[in-house]
């Protein structure tokens, strides 16, 4: 028997996250190194899965499977693919910068720690799950933890408000998926006559075009809610600009991932047809993401603002490839899903420093940082340049792909798309220049105290992933084009 | 004649134990009455809860006693909710002076368990109804049990008053059933109905509004939030529980024994019933400043919620809602535990009353995380499990629109459930330095609370015997 290393990793974050609980609330330093002494072991074994996924032999590995509930065919089923394994060690990076970011916490960390790492535990759980039903247990797992992570961490002002408007829609998206989940499941029963929710065995139920042209709505919108989708996108900037920064960083660079990667796998995946069907919907609604999200961000004044628009925007171009359904698409979305996980958690955890230190997030009052802040200065910058999809960066190695698979459907949307190309790299000079240079305001003299070596730490690690990548696109792009062949095999010859 | 007394095993039990708590408490000193009194109640339900589970595990299904009971999975499994609820319920009341110091309260406690283990038993109407009668009229006195306490007695006497009512006309209902019919066994009822007219289901609805009453659905739940304001938290909290699942248990074994056919007009009765009761307790949840009156709303709304299971009318319906039923003693319970640790101390059931919680005691905030996440319907809980099963139940018949209809419904607990945890976590004491102000937990608080949060986590996770038993309770019906 191997290694079940798979479960270690979703294991580790949630009994950590007990463990920490039975600490004594005033011993804070323990609790701190315990979080990061887990986290270093959750990243270490996912950059294990990821080196030693067996690219020759492809298809989904690591697999363990235990009976759940056999009366009713739940099973705790995990393995990865191509297109999870990416994910997962996404999902290690951010914990592990989440949490050297988040030392500073001084109010109860003990139960700051134990949430995200339920959160975590979560997000793993949906990743490597090959059970419907684990999906789903994980799914909302990773959450509920956010509601509290932002009501009580949160930005004082909009935290209330934002902490519920995101769980609320964030609920409402699971279980209209769930429902479609549980009408896939009966009519499997009758089809098969198995009772099962292991999404192997679904794939082969031979839904009828009928049943996938009704059902494949509700579960990919449901999902796609947490991906951010136009016009569900609203809950996603107020949640990232309320949320402390770690959570911040969970929740644009893993958590919309999620929702798109569950729309993928529970979606297109298991309801092609339906798929191929509403593709073109989709599409537009993606694309309206792309575009509108990059405009919205321009015009905004607070820089988290801007950001979280930013997210909504790249989230779209993951959608977008996605509803190409083409090879090039769908490879596009894969890294896209990384890289700007990867992005996203740099954004935010160079403004979680700068306002950290200025108290405000507002571009105008901001100026001058550079020469406070030489680190994040540059950390940000960098993370424009993927955001802006430079070559060299691993912005340009995912929006390529995608832009081609979208001039292939569609040349006229591919051109559209394009206009927020030129939107992204304005807003995100404009932020850059008025941030970073110009004048320091003078009341900022004497707070910019420079960033601890574990924040560096953190943000190297980020900038170190996002630049490798751009110019070493193959030790990404091989595994996730594999993950892309294994839906493509569903989606028969497209 | 068939007279199988491992029938009636625990029902004998618990008779024999309160019989010894009348006996013992002249000899117990007074100062340590309370202690005494305490424990040999809850050590005693503890007891008969195992001797009753490895002993008295029913062979096959039988009807015994002349008829009058049903020795089977389904009677067994809820005795088993019962007993327990009723254990913890003891350890509850301990730390209650008006409660704890009174032999009286353990031993109405125990009639009332034995009164809801024979309706989830009773195979024939006038066993049925002596059962109800039995149940209620001691939680009747319960419910106003404090005496010097205004909203106690005004607890007590609604709770009598809308109880008699109900019971008369549920009374009425059962006499024209068994002149349509000619029996009063239920098996045999579900012969001479088997055609249903009109006047069998006028007779039905008549009974529903007793069946109503004890399970709090719409329309007949008026007197929840009233009587767990007013009676003592503990006994809110048994009545919240069992004394709803004993509803439910009558509910689903008088429902699927004498209208066997689906698709009659019961379950489309039901099913409407069960739209009202979620969103009507849902919405009304929604603007409760109290916690205790947002419990029961909440109640009422679960009530919904398990009535999808019963209106499915499966095998796996009926398992839905009796895991349900499980998850939901479980969690609520826990809820009223905490409402009454917190509430001896902060002497409020306000719900601003609990601002800084977390600080001023982190288990228990965190101990009602888990009640509370769980009632919303999120794992790794009980109550995700229990959803997500009567769920499955309902698209299973094709009941999509009442799916949804829960649906939506469960989006607006959260809504509620969460924000109550908002004022734990989040808000804080008006200035004031909540370490300061701790919140101690006694050791039978302790105890109970760490048994229900590890039941919940324990029904979330490692579901499958606890379902298996509930299959086996609900394939004893069919």
Redesign the interface.
């Known amino acids: 028997m191997q290694f079940p290393i798979l479960s270690v990793i979703v294991f580790t974050p949630l009994v950590t996250s007990l463990l920490i609980?039975l600490m004594k609330?005033e011993r804070k330093t323990e609790v701190r190194v315990a979080a990061l002494a887990a986290a270093s072991f959750a990243l270490l074994l996912s950059i294990w899965v990821f080196i030693s996924y067996d690219k020759t032999a492809a298809g989904y590995q690591f697999l363990e499977k235990y009976?759940?509930?056999?009366?009713?065919g739940i099973s705790y089923h995990v393995g990865v693919d191509g297109m999870s394994a990416p994910l997962v060690l996404l999902t290690g990076v951010v914990m592990f910068t989440g949490v050297l970011i988040s030392w500073g916490i001084d109010d109860?960390p003990?139960?700051f720690f134990a949430f995200l790492f339920l959160l975590a535990g979560g997000v793993f759980g949906v990743f490597v799950s090959l059970d419907l039903?684990m999906l789903?247990?994980?799914y909302?797992?990773a959450v509920?933890p956010m509601?509290?992570l932002i009501?009580?961490w949160g930005w004082v002002k909009t935290r209330?408000y934002a902490a519920?408007k995101l769980?609320?829609y964030l609920?409402?998206g699971s279980?209209?998926a769930?429902?479609g989940a549980?009408?896939m499941?009966?009519v499997n029963y009758q089809n098969t006559g198995i009772l099962t929710f292991d999404m192997l065995q679904l794939e082969k139920a031979g839904f009828s075009g009928q049943f996938q042209y009704i059902w494949f709505m509700p579960v990919f919108m449901g999902f796609a809610i947490l991906g951010g989708i136009f016009p569900f996108h609203n809950w996603s900037p107020d949640g990232h600009v309320a949320a402390p920064t770690a959570v911040s960083m969970f929740h644009a660079g893993v958590l919309m991932k999620l929702g798109a990667f569950a729309a993928l796998r529970v979606g297109v995946m298991l309801l092609p047809e339906g798929a191929k069907q509403w593709a073109w919907l989709i599409f537009i609604l993606a694309m309206v993401n792309v575009v509108y999200g990059a405009f919205i961000a321009m015009i905004q004044t607070d820089l988290k603002y801007v950001i979280g628009f930013s997210s909504v925007s790249h989230m779209g171009l993951v959608m977008l490839g996605i509803a190409t359904l083409t090879p090039e698409g769908l490879t596009g979305a894969g890294l896209q899903m990384f890289s700007h996980g990867v992005m996203t958690a740099l954004f935010f955890a160079s403004v979680g420093m700068i306002y950290d230190r200025a108290h405000t997030r507002m571009i105008p009052e901001l100026g001058g940082m550079v020469k406070a802040l030489p680190f994040v200065a540059i950390a940000f910058t960098v993370g424009g340049l993927v955001g802006m999809g430079m070559p060299g960066f691993s912005g340009f190695v995912a929006e390529f792909p995608i832009f081609m698979g979208v001039w292939k459907t569609q040349w006229l949307a591919a051109v559209i798309a394009s206009i927020s190309i030129i939107v992204t790299a304005a807003y995100i000079l404009i932020a850059v220049r008025k941030v970073f240079f110009g004048k320091m305001p003078a009341k900022f003299e004497g707070h910019m105290t420079p960033i601890s070596a574990l924040d560096k730490v953190a943000l190297f690690t980020l900038v170190l992933l996002m630049t490798g990548l751009g110019m070493f696109p193959n030790l990404l792009a091989p595994m996730i084009s594999l993950g892309v062949q294994n839906v493509l095999r569903l989606l028969g010859g497209a | 004649m068939n007279l199988n007394l491992l029938a009636i095993l625990p029902e004998a039990l618990l008779v024999l134990l309160a019989v010894a708590i009348l006996i013992l408490d002249p000899l117990f000193k007074a100062d340590s009455r309370r202690v005494n009194l305490g424990w040999l109640a809850a050590g005693g339900l503890t007891l008969i809860l195992l001797i009753s589970f490895l002993a008295g595990q029913p062979a096959q299904n039988e009807l015994t006693l002349g008829g009058m009971v049903r020795f089977d999975w389904f009677a067994f499994a809820f005795k088993m909710f019962f007993i327990f609820a009723a254990a913890i319920t003891a350890l509850l009341m301990m730390d209650v002076d008006a409660l704890a110091n009174r032999a009286e309260a353990y031993v109405l406690l125990l009639a009332a368990t034995i009164g809801m283990n024979l309706m989830a038993a009773s195979a024939d109407l006038v066993m049925l109804y002596l059962a109800i009668e039995t149940t209620s009229i001691p939680l009747y006195v319960l419910a106003g049990f404090l005496t010097d306490n205004d909203k106690s007695t005004e607890a007590g006497f609604k709770y009598l008053l809308f109880g008699a009512m109900t019971s008369a006309i549920l009374l009425y209902g059962f006499s024209l059933l068994f002149g349509f019919a000619g029996t009063t066994n239920l098996a045999a009822m579900a012969v001479s109905l088997a055609t249903p007219t009109v006047f069998s289901l006028g007779a039905l609805l008549l009974v529903l509004v007793g069946f109503g009453f004890k399970t709090s659905i719409v329309p007949f739940h008026f007197w929840a939030p009233d009587v767990y304001e007013g009676a003592s938290t503990p006994i809110a909290g048994f009545l919240s529980t069992a004394s709803k699942a004993a509803g439910f248990a009558v509910l689903l074994r008088f429902s699927l024994t004498v209208f066997p056919q689906t698709g009659s007009q019961w379950q489309y009765t039901l099913a409407v019933i069960s739209i009202l009761t979620m969103t009507i307790g849902n919405l009304v949840a929604l603007a409760q400043k109290n916690i205790k009156r947002m419990l029961a709303y909440s109640s009422i709304a679960h009530a919904g919620y398990a009535l999808i299971g019963v209106v499915a009318a499966s095998t796996l319906g009926t398992a839905s809602a009796v895991f349900y039923m499980m998850a939901y003693i479980l969690t609520n319970l826990a809820a009223f535990a905490i409402v009454t640790v917190a509430g001896r101390v902060i002497g409020s059931d306000d719900l601003r009353a609990y601002d800084g919680l977390?600080?001023r005691s982190?288990y228990l905030a965190?101990a009602m995380?888990v009640a509370f996440?769980s009632l919303?319907g999120?794992?790794?809980f009980g109550g995700?499990v229990a959803k997500?099963l009567v769920?499955?139940a309902g698209?299973?018949k094709g009941w999509?629109g009442l799916?949804?209809a829960g649906?939506i419904n469960?989006?607006i607990g959260?809504?509620y459930y969460?924000?109550t945890?908002?004022y734990v976590?989040?808000y804080r004491m008006e200035g004031e330095d909540e370490e300061s102000y701790p919140i101690p937990v006694s050791r039978p608080y302790a105890i109970a609370l760490t048994v229900l949060v590890a039941g919940v986590i324990l029904l979330g996770t490692f579901?499958?015997p606890w379902?298996?038993l509930t299959?086996k309770a609900a394939a004893s019906l069919f």
């Open positions: 609980l609330p009976s759940w509930l056999p009366a009713l109860r003990r139960e039903f789903f247990f994980f909302e797992i509920f509601y509290l009501v009580i209330e519920m769980t609320l609920f409402l279980v209209m769930l429902v549980l009408a499941y009966w | 977390s600080r982190p965190l995380l996440l919303a999120m794992p790794p995700f997500l769920f499955a698209v299973e999509i799916v949804i649906i469960s989006i959260v809504y969460l924000t945890l908002k976590y989040l579901f499958a379902y298996d299959v």
